[in-house]
Nanobody
């Protein structure tokens, strides 16, 4: 069964950190381009960070220098380390796997940044 399962979300104070994980099953993980997206109420889903199978990365300007995407192909898992969190980072965070025209989405994990 093809599946992506996110975890690690929660409530954190401004300036704090969280690490999100996305575990994949049913796919040859190393072949997939992995991404994190987020969506907050009333806004479109936006791309946060991407990582290719070989490890090259890209980030949205809003998170550069604060977030780090990484992957462990042996564990079929992609991570998003989020530091210096701001209230505007509050959103549901989604993991996506892409291989050519095949897109797979996870169910999302809520991140709330609030004092």
């Amino acid at each position: 069964q093809v599946q992506l399962v996110e975890s690690g979300g929660g409530l954190v104070q401004p300036g704090g950190s969280l690490r999100l994980s996305c575990a994949a099953s049913g796919i040859i993980f190393s072949r997939y381009h992995m991404s994190w997206y987020r969506q907050s109420p009333g806004r479109q889903r936006e791309l946060v960070a991407t990582i290719a199978g070989g490890g090259s990365t890209n980030y949205a300007d809003s998170v550069k220098g604060r977030f780090t995407i990484s992957r462990d192909n042996a564990r079929n898992t992609v991570y998003l380390q989020m530091n210096s969190l701001k209230p505007e980072d509050t959103a549901v965070y989604y993991c996506k796997a892409k291989f050519f025209a095949n897109d797979i989405w996870g169910q999302g994990t809520q991140v709330t940044v609030s004092s």
